[in-house]
Antibody, heavy 123, light 109 residues
Framework: QLQLQESGPGLVKPSETLSLTCTVS??????????WGWIRQPPGKGLEWIGS???????YYNPSLKSRVTISVDTSKNQFSLKLSSVTAADTAVYYC???????????????WGKGTTVTVSS | EIVMTQSPATLSVSPGERATLSCRAS??????LAWYQQKPGQAPRLLIY???TRATGIPARFSGSGSGTEFTLTISSLQSEDFAVYYC???????????FGQGTKLEIK
C-alpha cells in the first residue's frame, strides 16, 4: 500500500527558507505513470496547489509561488522535496505531499496524500 | 487561471437524506474535475475523478456528474461519516495550474 510521509521543521523564521521532504513507501517514485507534488492549506482555509515533479526532474509550479519555489526529486531515496524561500506569516499552513495519477495524457489528479505537516512562520 | 466556485458554502442535511453539492468553473474544464473529502485534522481523500468515476474504495452512494463548467457531487443517503468539507478541483490545463474550489461544509441538520 502506497504511503507518503512529510517531514521537516515545524517552525521557520520570516525571510528564511522552508524545506520539507516527502518519503514514498510501498511504491517507486520512478514509475513513469505518476507525478508527485505539494499542496498547502492555511489555517481554516482552502487548498492551494504549490507544484509538481516527474521522476525525471521535470517541474511545474503555481505561477503565484513560482519565484520562490523549488521542487526536487531523489530517486535513490524514493523522496521528493520542497523549498520555499523568503517565507512570511502568509506561508503558515499544513503542507501535504501527494501522488498524481492520470486519466489520460496531461490530466493528473491527486489520488494519494500524505497526512500533512504543519509549518508555522514566526520569529 | 481557472476559478472554481462551490455552492453552497455550508449545507445542512439530515442523516439518510440526499446531499447535492455544486461546483462551477470559470471556463470549460471538460471532464477533468475531481472531488475530495476532508475531515477535521485529516488530509483530503479523493472521491471522484474524471467528473464521474469513483476512486478505489469509495462507496456507491457518492456520485459525480457534469462536464464543461457545471458539476455536481451527490451523496444519495448521508451516513454520519460523510459530514465533512468537500472540495472540487480542476486539472484541465497543460502545463498544469491546478485550482480548487473554496469548499462546501456538509453539516448535520
Amino acid at each position: 500500500q502506497l504511503q507518503l510521509q512529510e517531514s521537516g521543521p515545524g517552525l521557520v523564521k520570516p525571510s528564511e527558507t522552508l524545506s520539507l521532504t516527502c518519503t514514498v513507501s510501498g511504491g517507486s517514485i520512478s514509475s513513469s505513470s505518476y507525478y508527485w507534488g505539494w499542496i498547502r492549506q492555511p489555517p481554516g482555509k482552502g487548498l492551494e496547489w504549490i507544484g509538481s515533479i516527474y521522476y525525471s526532474g521535470s517541474t511545474y509550479y503555481n505561477p503565484s509561488l513560482k519565484s520562490r519555489v523549488t521542487i526536487s526529486v531523489d530517486t535513490s531515496k524514493n523522496q521528493f522535496s520542497l523549498k520555499l524561500s523568503s517565507v512570511t506569516a502568509a506561508d503558515t499552513a499544513v503542507y501535504y505531499c501527494a501522488r498524481y495519477d492520470s486519466s489520460g495524457p496531461y490530466y493528473y489528479y491527486m489520488d494519494v496524500w500524505g497526512k500533512g505537516t504543519t509549518v508555522t512562520v514566526s520569529s | 487561471e481557472i476559478v472554481m466556485t462551490q455552492s453552497p458554502a455550508t449545507l445542512s442535511v439530515s442523516p439518510g437524506e440526499r446531499a447535492t453539492l455544486s461546483c462551477r468553473a470559470s471556463q470549460s474544464v471538460s471532464s477533468n474535475l475531481a472531488w475530495y473529502q476532508q475531515k477535521p485534522g485529516q488530509a483530503p481523500r479523493l472521491l471522484i475523478y474524471g467528473a464521474s468515476t469513483r476512486a478505489t474504495g469509495i462507496p456507491a452512494r457518492f456520485s459525480g456528474s457534469g462536464s464543461g463548467t457545471e458539476f455536481t457531487l451527490t451523496i444519495s443517503s448521508l451516513q454520519s461519516e460523510d459530514f465533512a468539507v468537500y472540495y472540487c478541483q480542476q486539472y484541465n490545463n497543460w502545463p498544469p495550474v491546478y485550482t480548487f474550489g473554496q469548499g462546501t461544509k456538509l453539516e448535520i441538520k
